[in-house]
């Protein structure tokens, strides 16, 4: 809630109005944008594989070379990009960070080569890596704690909804131009994303200059980028993130399998053709769509309800992911393709009821550093899309079962469930061990932060 002064400056420069502004939904249109622009960019060049393999000459195993160049930027950049957002503000890194990812998106258009295919994927990799955790400051400026796990929630569907749609996308651009051209398009609409992200969002809500006092009574209290000229408590910040980001790779484990094998999963282990196996790995996918927005719903619900952090972060979390492998067993265990789509579908949609929840917990633990906190926690979902995606073709290759990739899922799936009990949302970076029971007490679940 303003102060008194801060109101009188804002009634101010804001006339009276009869009702609030709508700058705040703007601004979450803007962050859905970026997340389904995002996976556009990312999940391109596996829409294009076909063509750009058979101008380039690349095997199987260099094509792969360059999918996974990609994720070695991107996993480092995560906290790098989350702590220049601390520091100098979301709006600049996003501005940078997305330069950096148009630059190599059109530059794809242009390679000659396995070489020049790596590097514009490295570079990619820097930019979109700093991405999600700038983003992530930028909802803490916008958006009360009570609200932060539907906003996460629905940005997130957006990117699932930029994985689904990107396939025919670029199928079109494709056959109307070139693979090459359809780099460049893309390329060109997010620059038209980076100029409306410069022109319309502010990092301070109290500078934009279409908002009025009564919208700004119902936002959260401005921290401002460099916390005050403070250090960046790495230590401290690690320490109340590691549960968070260790149950986090175990979710990313399995939505990678997803994302990675569920498409040929149908076409191997049922022998259906590629139209068939596309529309029921589409449907799988949109099912986690839906998760997305639930899960974030759900968790802000609870915490309206109960003003218990853990019960809206850490209870949705862990029920999540037991929902999750309890839908894997059928999946495991059945013969009928119809029995296992609905239960991978399932399966999804319980998975992905935890993005909402958990990226919510950076802002909780971490207000004034969410975008170094967020950094860390998608570094850990970064190290599991690295290693997962070996393992399951190894354990395939080695027994010719495409099942058993879904055991070693279910197996992590249980342990991240399980350690969830280790995370502690309602502990940000003031708490201490020796404070008194009065100074525990949880905050109202509405209190600006």
């Not at 260099?62 to 996974?68: C, D, I, K, P």
């Not at 309206?304 to 929902?323: C, D, N, P, W």
Request: proline share 5%; net charge positive.
């Amino acid at each position: 809630m303003l102060n008194k002064t801060k109101q009188e400056e804002t009634m101010q420069t804001h006339p009276n109005s009869a009702r609030a502004t709508h700058v705040q939904k703007y601004m979450l249109a803007i962050f859905c944008a970026m997340s389904f622009i995002l996976y556009l960019d990312r999940v391109n060049l596996a829409a294009a594989a076909g063509p750009i393999k058979a101008e380039l000459g690349l095997s199987n195993t260099t094509l792969g070379v360059a999918f996974s160049a990609f994720g070695y930027t991107y996993a480092v950049f995560q906290i790098i990009g989350g702590w220049f957002a601390d520091k100098m503000g979301a709006k600049k890194t996003l501005i940078v960070c997305g330069s950096i990812w148009v630059v190599a998106t059109i530059l794809t258009g242009f390679v000659s080569g396995l070489a020049s295919l790596v590097l514009a994927r490295l570079l990619l990799g820097i930019g979109e890596g700093a991405a999600l955790p700038a983003q992530a400051r930028a909802i803490t400026n916008w958006f009360q704690r009570k609200d932060r796990g539907f906003v996460q929630g629905i940005t997130h569907s957006f990117s699932r909804l930029g994985n689904a749609v990107a396939p025919p996308i670029v199928a079109l651009l494709i056959a109307l131009h070139s693979w090459r051209a359809a780099f460049v398009i893309v390329g060109a609409l997010t620059t038209i994303w980076i100029i409306i992200w410069a022109v319309y969002y502010k990092d301070n809500p109290r500078e934009h200059t279409s908002i009025n006092e009564l919208e700004l009574a119902r936002l959260p209290e401005h921290q401002p980028a460099g916390a005050n000229g403070v250090d960046t408590p790495w230590k401290k910040i690690l320490h109340r993130m590691s549960p968070t980001i260790f149950v986090y790779f175990c979710q990313v484990w399995t939505n990678t399998l997803f994302f990675s094998w569920v498409p040929i999963y149908f076409m191997s282990a049922y022998n259906l053709d590629l139209k068939k196996s596309a529309i029921f790995a589409s449907g799988v996918f949109f099912a986690g769509v839906v998760g997305d927005v639930t899960g974030g719903l759900i968790s802000d619900r609870i915490l309206k309800k109960t003003g218990s952090l853990r019960m809206a972060r850490q209870g949705v979390i862990a029920l999540s992911l037991l929902g999750t492998a309890g839908f894997l067993v059928p999946v495991m265990l059945s013969h009928d393709v119809n029995v296992v789509v609905w239960c991978l579908s399932g399966a999804f949609f319980a998975l992905e009821l935890t993005i909402g929840p958990i990226w919510a917990v950076p802002m909780d633990v971490a207000p004034k550093y969410t975008g170094t906190a967020s950094g860390m926690l998608n570094t850990g979902a970064a190290l599991a899309t690295i290693i997962s995606p070996v393992v399951f073709g190894a354990v395939i290759d080695m027994t010719g079962n495409w099942n058993l990739p879904f055991v070693g899922s279910g197996i992590f799936l249980l342990i991240g469930a399980l350690m969830t009990l280790r995370m502690k949302p309602d502990r940000d970076l003031d708490y201490t061990d020796d404070q008194t029971p009065m100074e525990r007490r949880r905050r109202p679940a509405d209190q600006p932060v």
